[in-house]
């Protein structure tokens, strides 16, 4: 507690709340696909023009996943998405291919191996 002009003791300023859609712009949507368990590769470039909150998850993004992204920044997932988005559109970020239906053996089998050698890396 500290005084105030009155003389009296003020309750300690506490933390405000962020809303997330004050992050994203209102934005709830990412414009480009991004699942939970998409892998993300950081390209580099002039981040000069990303705001704080994008610069954050840009920190954290290289060889993770969106959901490990979300966790370590401590925002919803949707946000991260949104922020990630922005990323990959603007050229700082790369995603990597995961499996879908539709996906050949061989893109199978190199998922697994990307897992793998992720894995042995820790």
Same mark, same amino acid.
């Given at each position: %507690?500290? @005084?105030?002009?009155?003389?009296?003791? &003020?309750? *300690?300023?506490? @933390?405000?709340?962020?809303? @997330?859609?004050?992050i994203? /712009?209102?934005?709830?949507?990412?414009? *480009?696909?991004?699942?939970?368990?998409?892998?993300?590769?950081?390209?580099?470039?002039?981040?000069?023009? *990303?705001?704080?909150?994008?610069?954050?998850?840009?920190?954290?993004?290289? #060889?993770?996943?969106?959901?490990?992204?979300?966790?370590?920044? #401590? %925002? @919803?997932?949707g946000?991260?998405?949104?922020?990630?988005?922005?990323?990959?559109?603007?050229?700082?970020?790369?995603?990597?291919?995961?499996?879908?239906?539709?996906? /050949? #053996? &061989?893109?199978?089998?190199?998922?697994?191996?990307?897992?793998?050698r992720?894995?042995?890396?820790?």
């Amino acid at each position: %507690m500290t @005084p105030d002009s009155n003389g009296s003791e &003020d309750e *300690v300023a506490r @933390p405000r709340f962020v809303r @997330p859609y004050t992050i994203t /712009s209102g934005r709830t949507h990412s414009t *480009v696909d991004l699942p939970m368990e998409a892998t993300l590769r950081t390209e580099g470039g002039d981040v000069g023009q *990303v705001s704080a909150a994008a610069l954050q998850v840009l920190e954290v993004c290289d #060889k993770r996943s969106v959901a490990e992204c979300a966790a370590l920044v #401590k %925002m @919803p997932i949707g946000v991260v998405r949104v922020l990630l988005s922005d990323l990959v559109e603007h050229g700082f970020i790369r995603v990597q291919a995961t499996i879908t239906e539709n996906s /050949s #053996k &061989d893109e199978r089998i190199e998922l697994i191996e990307r897992t793998l050698r992720g894995l042995r890396s820790y």
